[in-house]
């Protein structure tokens, strides 16, 4: 029987509802507002059989420096015949010149390792319905969009690139919240819609107990709420979580393929602690 053609294609909106398809299958929470999201600010791909979304795969491009390469799923009938590769490639053309990230499965890593990717850490995903015994921290206090450069500009210091277009997004779909020394922001966190409930971050701060106020802070907005957290476990703030009844639900491995003869980055005064998602970093 004769295989049917399959076309990889630009992703545009009117795929965003067969890409949909795609990750309830593979049992992810995503809505259809988190795939526009993505989509806003990257390049996407996808493979499309018979009128049908197969697989994706997306590029999220941060400056001239860094991408995340994700969003990445093959149907689950058509594994096995080399498609996943075909659309990592795309987007990773769609990075050339960049070093490129990504978090991986098992299932998805000895792929990966084969285009050069190294696992370096693990990120760990909490989640949950928030206790209403909570406390704000009065060291914290939401912000509006005048934070805007000095968030930005806290931000790149751990994640090492620029993420202006990421942030205008976000300060247009979420709320930050921050806190200050001496008048300067110091730290934040970003609380939006996601999957089934919220998600809470991106989470930059100097100190754990600095992350621990920023999101004690969101768990008394989010009082009998879901939310979720992916943090990375090297940051020790996984068993806090635990303890306020996020529960660790999975996770997945971080990678990056540097480029050649790029330098190892510089330890920077402040820590992300928490990611905007596993997708974006």
Not at 33 to 49: I, N, R
Not at 97 to 103: F, M, Q
Not at 145 to 174: C, E, N, Y
Request: a neutral charge.
């Amino acid at each position: 029987m004769q295989a049917s053609q399959i076309d990889l294609l630009p992703f545009c909106a009117d795929h965003l509802d067969g890409a949909l398809a795609l990750s309830q299958q593979a049992g992810w929470p995503h809505r259809r507002e988190d795939w526009a999201f993505v989509l806003s600010v990257s390049k996407g791909f996808v493979a499309v059989e018979n009128g049908k979304v197969v697989a994706t795969a997306m590029a999220t491009l941060y400056g001239e420096t860094c991408a995340t390469i994700n969003m990445v799923i093959v149907d689950a009938a058509i594994r096995g015949r080399g498609l996943g590769r075909k659309i990592m490639d795309l987007a990773l053309d769609a990075a050339k010149g960049r070093e490129c990230r990504l978090v991986a499965t098992q299932d998805g890593l000895p792929l990966y390792e084969k285009l050069g990717f190294v696992a370096k850490g693990e990120i760990v995903q909490h989640q949950g319905v928030v206790a209403s015994s909570v406390t704000a921290p009065a060291s914290v206090a939401w912000a509006g969009p005048d934070v805007t450069d000095a968030v930005i500009a806290l931000d790149s210091q751990p994640f090492g690139a620029d993420r202006s277009a990421l942030f205008a997004q976000l300060f247009a779909r979420g709320r930050f919240a921050v806190l200050r020394d001496g008048g300067q922001v110091s730290g934040f966190i970003c609380l939006r819609g996601f999957g089934r409930g919220e998600v809470a971050g991106p989470l930059v701060a100097g100190s754990l107990a600095d992350a621990k106020a920023l999101l004690s802070f969101v768990f008394a907005e989010c009082s009998g709420r879901f939310l979720r957290v992916d943090t990375l476990a090297a940051t020790g703030l996984a068993p806090w979580l635990t303890e306020h009844g996020l529960a660790h639900v999975g996770g997945g491995l971080p990678m990056r393929r540097a480029l050649p003869g790029m330098a190892e980055a510089q330890p920077a005064p402040v820590s992300t602690f928490a990611l905007t998602s596993q997708a974006l970093g």
